[in-house]
């Protein structure tokens, strides 16, 4: 007997073929997605190849999705937008929320399946409180509970993660024992949208503005140090590429758009002790009260280990972060994901100083 129906997002690699590998054996009806967010011509459309070879390795229904408008407006318009407002964005995040999860969903109910499940590795728990968040993954080194943040409570509900408690090897090992053709693909590349050149060529191919316009570089103080060759190409904590001969090693500490300045400092100007977050989302709390402290863990971009920090609301969508040790390099345009002590999110927000 069926334990119900679920539609698997396959992107063509390792993780979600053993997602769908899983799903069936613990007896659920599987049907595999790809959610097509590019256009003809693509080197991408292999991956519809892939996991439509998949899928029919493992016997189950699949279907390509076209997401191509929804992508373009929550994923590869607002990361042209940030470059171009000097922000470092993280488009994972936003694509994860209104584009595979959206969609996932609505291809479960036009096909009245009761689940959608990804290769995602994080742990969904439901608290005792009622509502559900996002533990850490087993795998320390390829947890994904970052980019899952703004996930919400209904997305939860109707999500599996079967990888969560499984580090990689462990994924790997299974595909090869079933056979699955995708055993020891690579990994997939981080930004998936540029597949031909770097981001840059990307944003200056489908920005509207002159992005490659020349501006200086000023110490914090305001003094011109030199000239750089257009703020897309510069992110916060970058030390590599400036082109600067200062007698010492010098890094981005902040990007100003509209005077078209980057300004430069020593390493030890890239530390703060406080953060500012806005466009905040909530998963083990409804929310954080006026004047309430929380304290938590915060990761301020994927690869942050995280820090020891208190919250505080200072406004109708923002939250201040204050950190017990200084951190290096907090970029506005990421994401600042809080942590309780067990590794399950509280919530998030994007940071903008």
């Not at 190409?233 to 509209?258: D, F, M, S």
């Not at 703060?272 to 304290?295: H, K, R, Y």
């Amino acid at each position: 007997m069926s334990r119900g129906k679920v539609i698997v997002g396959m992107s063509g690699g390792v993780d979600s073929a053993v997602t769908a590998y899983l799903l069936k054996v613990a007896g659920f009806e599987v049907i595999g997605i790809t959610l097509k967010s590019w256009t003809a011509g693509s080197s991408k459309c292999c991956e519809i190849d892939e996991a439509s070879r998949t899928a029919a390795m493992l016997g189950i229904t699949y279907y390509p999705w076209n997401t191509v408008a929804c992508f373009h407006d929550y994923v590869t318009k607002p990361f042209v937008a940030d470059y171009e407002a000097g922000r470092t964005p993280n488009p994972c995040v936003e694509c994860n929320r209104y584009v595979k999860w959206d969609q996932l969903l609505a291809v479960a109910a036009s096909m009245q399946a009761d689940y959608v499940a990804t290769g995602h590795y994080a742990v969904i728990e439901q608290l005792p409180n009622g509502r559900y968040t996002l533990k850490q993954g087993a795998d320390g080194r390829k947890d994904q509970s970052y980019m899952l943040y703004k996930l919400t409570q209904e997305q939860l509900a109707r999500t599996i993660l079967p990888l969560g408690r499984l580090t990689k090897q462990e994924v790997r090992d299974i595909a090869r024992k079933a056979g699955l053709n995708v055993a020891d693909k690579e990994e997939s590349q981080e930004i998936c949208f540029v597949t031909e050149g770097s981001y840059t060529d990307y944003i200056e191919e489908y920005s509207d503005k002159d992005l490659t316009a020349a501006g200086n570089f000023v110490d914090e103080a305001g003094k011109v140090l030199g000239r750089h060759k257009g703020i897309i190409h510069y992110t916060v904590g970058q030390r590599k590429g400036l082109g600067l001969a200062l007698g010492y090693p010098a890094y981005v500490k902040e990007i100003r758009a509209a005077a078209n300045e980057v300004v430069v400092s020593r390493e030890e100007g890239l530390y703060t002790d406080e953060v500012l977050c806005e466009n905040l989302c909530f998963m083990s709390l409804s929310d954080i009260a006026p004047g309430e402290v929380v304290s938590v863990q915060v990761k301020i971009r994927y690869h942050h280990a995280g820090a020891a920090a208190r919250l505080q609301r200072v406004g109708e969508d923002r939250i201040q972060i204050r950190f017990a040790e200084p951190v290096r390099a907090p970029a506005p345009g990421q994401s600042a994901v809080f942590y309780d002590d067990e590794g399950r999110i509280i919530g998030g927000g994007k940071i903008i100083a």
